[in-house]
């Protein structure tokens, strides 16, 4: 339990930190506004950049990645088709709702966790590369073409839709850096070390950043999307909403993973607590970046960001000790 309190102790002081800011107003009303679009647009891209620039393709040929890919595709399509039909939202806001459910904290949260319990974080790393390389462009792209349908301009452009998609990964900086780091690993690529140090220094603010963000919004001070963007808070999510984003997310993702790995897959005991472990992990503060950044209702994200981090205390834990070594 130390080792659990140990590694979410830098997500609550972080958080508590943005809170302590918002509320004093010291870096003024557009704080938020200005430290999301920092995050997106500049510290996520390097530091996804680099990750992946520094990976291997063997990376992703282990069947744990499948077993974990399989309880995320599943858990985030059925947290898609609540926020639609039993929520009433948007395709946009679905998709948040969708990465509420099942979009992991690998980085800042999943490695001390891995090295902690697991011993080590190699299998966060695969995480975090199917993560960045799968699961966000599919978001991203729900996010595009949601928002362009809601009244977004020249949504009504014959082909627009079309064109905005092929178009998406040049406009959008987190999937561009991603495939430009891909390009540089497949081709097997030494980047320049002053380079590669530049961006580990920029990413090492993206997590940070993302967390005092939060705490932010949190304080619930004014809020804007920025030029032409709808207030970000829209109607709110109600408890009952987030509720269910934080089961999905907590309960059922990790019994999922446990299934398919276990009894399906038949992976080692090892390679199950792994999966399930990583699986339990809360929601990525990513979704509130996201949805503030794209001018959409950042309530349901930032609860279940925050309710997910203390509830996942206990599934966490009792993960680690049902399956692992001494369960």
Known sequence: MHALLSAF?????????????????????????????????????????????????????????????????????????????????????????????????SANLGIPVAVRVLGDASFVAQVILFQVLLVSPVILTLLDSGTRAAGGPGGGRPGGGLRRMLTMPVRNPVIMASLLGVAVSAAGLRLPAALTHSCDLLGAAAVPTAL??????????????????????????????????????????????????????????????????????????NAFIYAREYGLDTALARNAVVASTVVSMLTLSFAAWALGPGG
Not at 65 to 87: D, H, N, P, Q
Not at 214 to 229: A, D, M, N, Q, T
């Open 9 to 105: 102790a830098p997500i609550w002081l972080l958080t508590a930190a943005g809170y302590a800011v918002g509320s004093s107003g010291l870096l003024g009303v557009h704080a938020e506004a200005v430290l999301g679009r920092f995050v997106f647009h500049v510290a996520m891209p390097a530091a996804l950049f680099g990750m992946v620039s520094g990976s291997r393709p063997a990376d992703f040929a282990h069947l744990s990645v499948v077993a974990f890919g399989a309880a995320t595709a599943l858990v985030s399509a059925l947290g898609y088709v609540v926020a639609r039909r039993f929520f009433g939202r948007g395709r946009a806001d679905a998709a948040v709702g969708s990465m509420a459910s099942g979009y992991v904290n």
């Open 212 to 285: 005092v963000t939060l705490g932010l919004s949190l304080h619930g001070g004014p809020r804007s999307g920025g030029e032409g963007v709808p207030e970000a808070g829209g109607r709110g999510a109600g408890r009952a909403e987030v509720g269910v984003a934080v089961a999905l997310k907590t309960l059922a993702q990790p019994l999922v993973a446990f299934l398919v790995a276990g009894p399906l897959l038949g992976l080692s005991d090892h390679q199950v607590l792994a999966v399930v472990l990583c699986s339990a992990l809360p929601t990525a503060q």
